[in-house]
């Protein structure tokens, strides 16, 4: 099992849909929890990011995790064109004092007009 | 001021040769990381510098791989002998803060 699993989609839907983007992870030791987009031929962006379960908004975009379940999401109200984009998960381990992010496969999300 | 840059956007290689992979992190940013990015699959760690303090190397998948990076400057990634399955997009990452990592853009790389 992989340590961090993500549907990769694709997601397609029209102008205005709620989208829903998931993803479940197996190590309890992930602290941190953020979603970043990556548009075609670029770097990956952070969106948010969050640290405790519930609930974190951002204008149309809510994270949310449920650390007991290990399952993180992100919505998307009023979905529009330019949300379309590869979505992914990524989670923060510390390790003896190293850190790193693992990432989920990411969801490619078309949002159509 | 500007964000992370990498260099060259595109490298075509034939296999067998070494290619190097440059990254220029935010100025002031401590921490830098290495990405493999395979095509469908998601971001894949391969090393991550903070400081002047050891590197962690444990995400670099075979001897063929290898970085260095200058102080809080510039960072190379060397691939040597490349291989076909070395073909990927190498992402650059920099950080202040541990929470928010700054990509660049990427050097896709393409082995013949």
């Known amino acids: 099992q992989k340590e961090v699993e993500q549907d990769p989609g694709p997601l397609s839907v029209p102008e205005g849909a709620i989208v829903s983007l998931n993803c479940t992870y197996s190590n309890s030791a992930f602290q941190y929890f953020m979603w970043y987009r990556q548009y075609s031929r670029k770097g990956p962006e952070l969106l948010m990011y969050?640290?405790?379960?519930g609930n974190k908004e951002d204008g149309r975009f809510t994270a949310q995790v449920d650390k007991s379940s290990k399952y993180i999401s992100l919505f998307i109200r009023d979905s529009q064109p330019s949300d379309s984009a590869t979505y992914l998960c990524a989670m923060k381990v510390t390790q003896g004092g190293s850190e790193k992010l693992v990432f989920g496969k990411g969801m490619k999300l078309t949002v159509n007009p | 001021g500007a964000g992370v840059s990498q260099s060259p956007s595109n490298k075509v290689t034939e296999k067998g040769k070494d290619v190097e992979l440059r990254c220029d992190p935010i100025s002031g940013h401590t921490a830098l990381y290495w990405y493999r990015q395979r095509l469908g699959q998601g971001l894949e760690f391969l090393i991550y510098f903070q400081g002047n303090s050891a590197p962690d190397k444990s995400g670099l998948p075979s001897d063929r791989f290898s970085a260095e990076r200058t102080g809080e400057s510039v960072s190379t990634l060397t691939i040597q002998r490349t291989q076909q399955e070395d073909s990927a997009v190498y992402l650059c990452?920099?950080?202040?803060?541990?929470?928010?990592?700054?990509f660049g853009p990427g050097t896709r790389l393409t082995v013949l």
């Open positions: 969050t640290y405790s379960s």
């Open positions: 990452a920099s950080s202040f803060n541990y929470n928010e990592q700054f």
